[in-house]
């Protein structure tokens, strides 16, 4: 338990200044592993925390010239019995308390298997209850070091479908909960939501999907009505996988081998028959499924070992069997399970009829189909509705439930804990209560919030035109905005600081570019963003779920608002 020095001289032997008696009281050593891309867990924050006691080490690199320490915690304890908690922020962010620790030996402490980070969650009132719906701007991360000299480009907005039957107005209003269940720090600026209708027997989705660069999706509805299963698939191994891909029933395709770098699997591909298809007619792929996102931690640890991301590659197989790019980058769910649109059309010869994805990433296919019907775009009608309120709140955790699939999840709403295992960024975020001037418009004047916290956004209704006989009503939700994941590979990962901003070149952005100073941003920060954290929580371990009551917050004037807001009343 006592440590000796050792000197080296450059011109001499070294020194070794022997520690006697140094263990006469008691110590703590503990030993870190971590669970996939940081085994040395280099980076990792502990707290030891012993009767009176309080101590803080950070794991480091580099401890001096030509030096390394030992990526271990040697502590003293004093007259301590056993240390009451060790607390690790882990360079994934990832929080772990371990209780009541021995003394006087050696402790190896691994990493717990906790997803982390993610992305904000969507729930929609559904007549009954909240039902999550997805995750949105997954593709809309900041800050990932993707090697030593270079970022991830983020796509700041998406639009998400919510269908009919899962959004359901109630005295008036459409309500939607967006709210964070991990431990970014979240930058909305702006919530949207439309109405969709369309005509019986056709289908609708917003045109997404996760490209890794620029131009990103643009922005319209597609129109689908005759589409039908592909004919046949087959996965790497020549695995006939066509009954997979026949339903969405949350049974995938995993024909591939996981990779030690999170979210990295070995180069696969995804073979599929579409059948004969009219040259004359739109040809679109409606592909359902989910992607197990890469970390922070993980694209770097990557990029170390001389592994890339290999974007989903779309071939074909023409006419003479050779192999051929269709799209470089046909791109993937951003984030949890979702359907995205790929338009074929004019990019395939007459004929052919074998596509196949090739990519390094675990992405989990549960539905491909295929649409070659004509163009029905102009027969739909959109009706954009008013955003009536919006509040900022600490709502809490609501239940995960991991399903058969790693990754693939879902939340329960109605079963919320106060706590969880999360910890927050330091900074300056939202203060609570009404935001709805924050979120009308794209101005780089965000809603900041954190873990466990959400926005309630409740839109007008009584816009809605009535729908004509055997027509159908969906929904696309829009959000703009930013996401900053606590990962030590993440540019400024454990503070709100540096804001993101439109138009910003790269996060974190150079010397010559900052957020907006101008009077207007100026006084947005100092009016808005007044609630100060620490970021040095104490977050009970434990969860404890209890019933909530799942009902909207009645809306209430923008005059009202704003008089209870300026009150006092959050």
Not at 295 to 314: F, H, I, K, N, R
Not at 390 to 409: H, M, N, V, W
């Amino acid at each position: 338990g006592d440590a000796d020095l050792i000197v080296t001289q450059s011109d001499g032997p070294a020194v070794l200044l022997r520690n006697h008696g140094a263990n006469r009281d008691h110590w703590l050593h503990l030993s870190l592993k971590g669970l996939a891309d940081n085994k040395s867990a280099i980076g990792t924050k502990v707290e030891i925390f012993a009767g009176n006691l309080w101590q803080k080490w950070e794991i480091a690199g580099a401890t001096g010239y030509l030096g390394q320490g030992a990526p271990e915690v040697l502590a003293g304890l004093g007259s301590e019995s056993k240390a009451d908690i060790v607390r690790m922020v882990w360079p994934t962010g990832v929080l772990q308390d371990e209780f009541n620790v021995p003394v006087d030996k050696r402790t190896v402490v691994e990493e717990i298997d906790r997803r982390g980070s993610s992305c904000p969650v969507l729930f929609a009132w559904n007549g009954k209850q909240y039902r999550f719906v997805s995750d949105v701007i997954g593709a809309a991360v900041v800050g990932h070091w993707v090697s030593p000299t270079a970022t991830n480009i983020p796509d700041a907005d998406e639009w998400i479908k919510v269908a009919g039957d899962q959004l359901q107005p109630r005295n008036g209003y459409l309500s939607l909960r967006f709210g964070e269940p991990m431990e970014e720090v979240n930058f909305v600026d702006q919530l949207r939501l439309v109405a969709v209708d369309h005509p019986g027997g056709t289908q609708v989705y917003p045109n997404e999907r996760f490209l890794s660069n620029p131009p990103f999706p643009s922005a319209r509805v597609i129109v689908t009505s005759e589409a039908h299963p592909i004919k046949a698939a087959w996965d790497d191994h020549g695995k006939d996988v066509t009954a997979l891909l026949f339903h969405r029933d949350h049974k995938y395709v995993r024909g591939f081998t996981t990779l030690s770098f999170a979210g990295f699997t070995n180069p696969h591909s995804l073979t599929f028959d579409i059948g004969n298809w009219n040259a004359r007619h739109p040809l679109q792929l409606l592909l359902h499924g989910y992607i197990e996102y890469f970390s922070a931690s993980s694209m770097y640890a990557a990029w170390q070992a001389g592994l890339t991301p290999e974007a989903p590659v779309l071939e074909a197989q023409m006419p003479g069997g050779k192999w051929q790019p269709v799209l470089r980058d046909m791109g993937f769910p951003a984030g949890l399970p979702r359907t995205i649109t790929v338009d074929l059309t004019g990019k395939l010869p007459p004929g052919v009829r074998r596509l196949r994805i090739r990519t390094n990433l675990q992405i989990y296919w549960d539905q491909i189909l295929v649409d070659n019907g004509p163009d029905r775009a102009r027969e739909i009608r959109q009706t954009e509705l008013p955003l009536a309120l919006s509040t900022l709140a600490f709502r809490g955790y609501p239940q995960q439930i991991e399903g058969k699939t790693p990754g693939d999840l879902t939340y329960r709403y109605d079963r919320i804990s106060s706590t969880g295992p999360f910890a927050r960024q330091r900074g300056d975020y939202t203060r609570y209560g009404n935001v709805t001037p924050l979120l009308e418009r794209i101005d780089n004047q965000f809603v900041i919030f954190g873990s466990g916290e959400e926005i309630d956004a409740e839109f007008r209704a009584n816009k809605l035109p009535p729908l004509p006989a055997n027509w159908r009503r969906d929904y696309f939700f829009y959000a703009n905005g930013f996401v900053k994941d606590m990962d030590f590979y993440e540019a400024s990962p454990f503070t709100v600081a540096a804001i993101p901003f439109h138009g910003m070149k790269t996060y974190p952005y150079p010397k010559n570019q900052h957020y907006p100073s101008t009077p207007s941003a100026v006084a947005y920060r100092l009016h808005w963003n007044t609630r100060f954290d620490s970021g040095q929580h104490t977050q009970k371990y434990k969860f404890h779920y209890k019933p909530t009551v799942s009902a909207p917050i009645q809306p209430v004037t923008s005059e009202q608002a704003n008089k209870a807001n300026d009150g006092g009343a959050h």
